[in-house]
């Protein structure tokens, strides 16, 4: 069946059964692959867009579930050419190794950071709990995040 | 004109009498409802308590839970300040370390022994029965000495909890005596000969330190438990607690090695996860030792009554007639939830229950399912055992009612929920931290 959705401001007719996972919609219908398939479950976070300003889970949400809401992917942060802030940071503090889970890291970091420009070290700990990284970069995911919240670098105020 | 004064005159000589008869008795209430301070002492040292009752503390504190409501997040162990939500506003709970000034360093044994039994602190004041002394009432005092031992060998933590918010006019404590007056009744848990020594010390945990009944008995609207109404199911942080009485919704009679089972990792195989409130009650009693676990196990599925050995009805899964009924919960279910519960899913292949095992689906009330959707699953035991991630940022009230709708009409053989939208809203709203 053909579905309307707003991705990264832009209006999109997929052609697709309505319970596809919102994942699979904008990897091979929309070409937007920063969004990752990890698990399947909802289990490690590498498909992490944003709903409605919300952090979730692509893989696990029906492309019929989003309705009017607006998703927002990482490739509607900015461009190599024009990073976002956050994105800056993540470069900045070299945060990705393999690279496979960033684009969920930074997605999930900047739903916290749109909702509260000022969290502290427990509440980006609490919410970046659920997004994994298998090569271990989390304490430099943490510096980068720290950097755009104006925390100190090694998470002292904690 | 002199019989009307004279009327008016004795109508003032009544309303005096009656203002003054009401004064004396706000008095004599107030007097009743006093409590004397017990003198502060100085903090004992950590080496006057024998080591063995010390350990014997530590054991029963988990058995009571303390720490998980004498915990904020991201605070020291027993060091209190968590929000506590009740329908009469935000209590926070008080730190239980030996610092002198913020904690109970300076109370006394037999101070410890009156809060816990009388709901009284050491200055007098009557405390809230979110403390649930109805319950800790029935503990015994050596008991009581061994969880002070370990209270009063911790780290002192200086930490004061934030005042209370409490709707008008709770803030005065001396009603509570009143409260206590109709719901606390103190007295030892009744021995029955007839049971096992077991049973016995069931009776005694669950009762008493295990506090159960605090959510798995309905509450009236003062508060206090329903006696009558003992284990009939309650509400706990916005979850619902099951009934563990002969009303327990569960598809398969709980056995007493189920129930040891669940409560020591989770999860049974022939029952569902541990969720919400229950998971930090797991977490305590994956670390205490088995044998009081499976007193506390035989004790409550004899209140579920029923005999296991009953035959087994089939578990119902009617996908097509729940489908052609729940389109749209057919069709979120099968992107959001089959992945994992569906037939041939990777998770099913680790032997975890069905859904048709689910006692959330087959409770009368849907409020468990509802959170366990928009909440999630946290895996009670040190992060291990089952996770399941929330669903309230991918989907509305309503597509979640219409899961919940198709996965009641799926799995069980039970009536429609009704006003299943509202239900929802309401699990969000008191699902959300205090």
Not at chain 2, 236 to 247: F, I, M, T, V, Y
Not at chain 2, 307 to 328: G, I, K, M, Q, W
Request: aromatic fraction near 6%.
């Amino acid at each position: 069946m053909t579905l309307s959705i707003t991705v990264n401001g832009k209006r999109h007719q997929v052609d697709a059964s309505p319970e596809t996972p919102l994942l699979y919609v904008l990897r091979d219908d929309l070409g937007l692959n920063g969004a990752k398939y990890g698990c399947g479950l909802g289990q490690c976070g590498a498909c992490t867009v944003q709903l409605d300003g919300k952090a979730i889970f692509s893989c696990i949400t029906p492309v019929s579930a989003v309705g009017d809401r607006p998703v927002r992917t990482v490739e509607g942060l900015g461009t190599v050419d024009r990073m976002s802030p956050l994105q800056q940071a993540f470069r900045d503090e070299q945060a990705a190794q393999c690279g496979y889970c960033i684009a969920g890291m930074i997605m999930r970091a900047q739903a916290l950071l749109d909702a509260d420009p000022r969290p502290d070290e427990a509440k980006i700990r609490a919410h970046m709990q659920t997004n994994l990284c298998r090569c271990g970069t989390h304490m430099r995911i943490l510096r980068a995040i720290r950097r755009v919240a104006g925390l100190p670098s090694d998470g002292a105020a904690a | 004109m002199v019989t009307l004064r004279r009327t008016a005159r004795s109508k003032w000589w009544w309303v005096t009498a009656l203002l003054l008869l009401g004064l004396a008795g706000a008095l004599i209430a107030l007097a009743l409802s006093w409590r004397p301070a017990i003198a502060p002492i100085a903090p004992p040292s950590p080496g006057s308590f024998a080591p063995a009752q010390v350990v014997r503390g530590a054991m029963l504190v988990k058995l009571g839970d303390c720490a998980v409501c004498h915990t904020r997040d991201g605070g020291r162990p027993l060091a209190g300040g968590r929000p506590l939500a009740t329908p009469f506003g935000t209590l926070y709970s008080d730190n239980l370390t030996p610092d002198p000034e913020t904690g109970i360093g300076t109370w006394s044994a037999a101070a410890f022994r009156r809060a816990m039994k009388a709901g009284v602190s050491r200055s007098g004041a009557h405390l809230y029965p979110a403390l649930p002394y109805e319950h800790f009432t029935h503990v015994r005092d050596a008991d009581l000495d061994a969880i002070y031992a370990f209270l009063m060998t911790r780290r002192p933590v200086r930490e004061a909890a934030p005042a209370n918010r409490l709707i008008f006019p709770l803030g005065f404590r001396p009603l509570l005596a009143g409260w206590k007056l109709l719901f606390l009744h103190p007295g030892e848990t009744p021995v029955d000969p007839s049971r096992s020594a077991e049973w016995n010390r069931g009776a005694y945990l669950v009762e008493g330190l295990g506090h159960c009944g605090g959510c798995h008995t309905p509450r009236n609207l003062a508060g206090g438990e329903i006696r009558s109404q003992a284990y009939a199911g309650g509400i706990a942080e916005g979850w619902r607690a099951p009934a563990l009485n002969a009303a327990n919704p569960a598809a398969r009679k709980w056995t007493k090695e189920a129930l040891v089972t669940y409560l020591r990792t989770g999860i049974s195989p022939d029952h569902s996860a541990a969720a919400g409130p229950m998971g930090p009650v797991v977490d305590s009693l994956s670390q205490v030792p088995e044998a009081e676990v499976r007193a506390i196990a035989a004790y409550i599925v004899s209140k579920m009554g029923g005999s296991p050995s009953a035959p087994v009805a089939p578990l119902p899964d009617h996908a097509d007639a729940a489908a052609r009924r729940f389109p749209e919960g057919a069709v979120l279910f099968g992107g959001a939830c089959a992945g994992c519960h569906g037939p041939g899913a990777p998770m099913m292949g680790q032997g975890r229950p069905l859904l048709s095992l689910a006692t959330v689906l087959r409770d009368s009330d849907p409020t468990s399912a509802a959170q366990a959707v928009l909440q999630g699953i946290a895996p009670p035991v040190a992060g291990r055992g089952p996770k399941m991630p929330g669903f309230a940022d991918a989907l509305t009230d309503q597509q979640i009612a219409a899961v919940l709708g198709y996965l009641r009409a799926r799995y069980t053989d039970r009536p429609d929920w009704k006003k299943l939208p509202a239900t929802v809203a309401k699990a969000r709203k008191e699902g959300a931290q205090p």
